[in-house]
């Protein structure tokens, strides 16, 4: 017998960048490592309750094939004699969504589908757990992801899981959307086992979005006057320069070194330049 997976997850895609992703959380441990399935130019889908993991690459296939969001949950429990307590979520490339509920799962479960998301859960503590994470994601701005997880803060203020918490997940896909532009995941980050899991997913995928998102144009600035004196000062602080009066040369290897051994690559700018994102961060370094 599979696993019972009692969660809250939201699946959604914005048709318009190309992203498509779910954000889940649950008192399981390591819920990402079940839940979440999603392909670039394909759909994303949420498998829960007494999970079926196949419904993620099964689903996926079907989606691949031509089948919509209703009519690739309608195969999956067709082809699934237990699919009375399984719980699953699919939106599609074009953000058609579809949710399914077996009458065997444990109360509250249900889910809800809106503009370009479907929401679901199940042992919730309300049914405002699944409808203000939906609420959620059509009224906040941002990224895929930004809006996704939003909804997973906004179901766990309205009741959430009535077991607890433990971990959470998100996963986003975008073609070429990943780490250099080589792969199409933009986002894959899971908290496995956490008291605040949620608030835990925000934090290291504030991190995230600093070392790996792209760098905005009104934060790039020149390297000079006061700033340039701020700099040299922090890369001579935390190690990256022999001195706090360095030749031009050494004051651009320093940064260099800097950026490179903190994984900030995806945000170097042409010699003269630096993203003040990342200034702040090396202001920040070091100090408690």
């Not at 999970?51 to 099964?58: E, F, K, L, V």
């Not at 209703?70 to 699919?83: A, W």
Request: proline share 2%; aromatic share 8%.
């Amino acid at each position: 017998m599979n696993q019972i997976i009692a969660t809250f997850s939201i699946v959604g895609a914005d048709p318009e960048t190309g992203e498509i992703g779910v954000a889940v959380q649950s008192k399981f441990l390591g819920v990402g490592a079940v839940v979440p399935w999603a392909e670039a130019g394909v759909g994303a889908i949420a498998t829960q309750a007494f999970a079926n993991p196949m419904y993620g690459p099964d689903g996926l296939s079907y989606l691949k094939r031509g089948f919509d969001a209703q009519e690739t949950i309608d195969q999956l429990i067709n082809d699934d004699s237990g699919s009375a307590e399984r719980q699953v979520g699919v939106v599609d490339a074009k953000g058609n969504a579809a949710t399914f509920t077996g009458e065997k799962c444990y109360d509250w479960a249900g889910g809800v589908t809106g503009k370009h998301y479907a929401a679901q859960g199940n042992i919730l503590v309300n049914k405002e757990t699944v409808t203000e994470m939906g609420q959620a994601f059509e009224t906040s701005e941002g990224s895929l992801a930004d809006r996704l997880l939003e909804g997973l803060k906004a179901a766990q203020q309205a009741g959430g899981d009535s077991r607890g918490k433990q971990s959470a997940a998100i996963y986003v896909v975008k073609e070429k959307g990943g780490y250099g532009g080589l792969s199409d995941v933009s986002v894959n980050l899971r908290v496995d086992d956490h008291p605040e899991p949620i608030q835990e997913l925000e934090r290291i995928y504030k991190l995230h979005q600093l070392y790996f998102a792209e760098t905005k144009e009104d934060q790039v600035i020149r390297i000079e006057g006061e700033l340039k004196q701020e700099v040299m000062e922090n890369l001579y602080r935390v190690g990256y320069l022999k001195t706090q009066s360095p030749r031009h040369k050494e004051l651009y290897d320093g940064l260099r070194a800097f950026l490179h051994t903190e994984n900030f690559e995806e945000r170097e700018q042409k010699q003269g330049f630096i993203d003040l994102e990342v200034f702040e961060f090396l202001k920040q370094m070091n100090r408690s």
